[in-house]
């Protein structure tokens, strides 16, 4: 069964940074395209950002420029990068992997983590 474990999270002021980590295991990390998504309180979760396997990014409209996702295959680790960040920011952060369906588009993954919880202070 595959396996996350998110770590980064905290509390940072608004405009400060953070740097989440993601370690995979349970599955053939570098064949997978890996996500980031987030929960907010009351919200549903939301998708952030995608790294394919040839290393193509992808942002949500909220978080472009701002965030940088990234992998290291050789470490089963994708990495999130969040800079600028606002108090609208503040969710839980979970990655997973990104599965192609077959009309092309991309969805996650059955099992998730427990998530690292960031918190943005205005």
């Known amino acids: 069964q595959v396996q996350f474990v998110e770590s980064g999270g905290g509390l940072v002021q608004a405009g400060g940074s953070l740097s989440l980590s993601c370690v995979v295991s349970?599955?053939?990390?570098?064949?997978?395209?890996m996500a980031w998504y987030r929960q907010a309180p009351g919200k549903q979760r939301e998708w952030v950002a995608q790294?394919?396997?040839?290393?193509?990014?992808n942002y949500a409209d909220s978080v472009k420029g701002r965030y940088i996702i990234s992998r290291d295959n050789a470490k089963n680790t994708v990495y999130l990068q969040m800079n600028s960040l606002k108090p609208e920011d503040t969710a839980v952060y979970y990655c997973?992997?990104?599965?192609?369906?077959?009309?092309?588009?991309?969805?996650?993954?059955?099992?998730w983590g427990q998530g690292t919880q960031v918190t943005v202070s205005s």
């Open positions: 790294v394919t396997t040839g290393g193509i990014t």
């Open positions: 349970g599955t053939a990390f570098s064949a997978n395209a």
């Open positions: 997973n992997v990104h599965l192609r369906t077959s009309n092309g588009e991309f969805v996650a993954g059955d099992y």
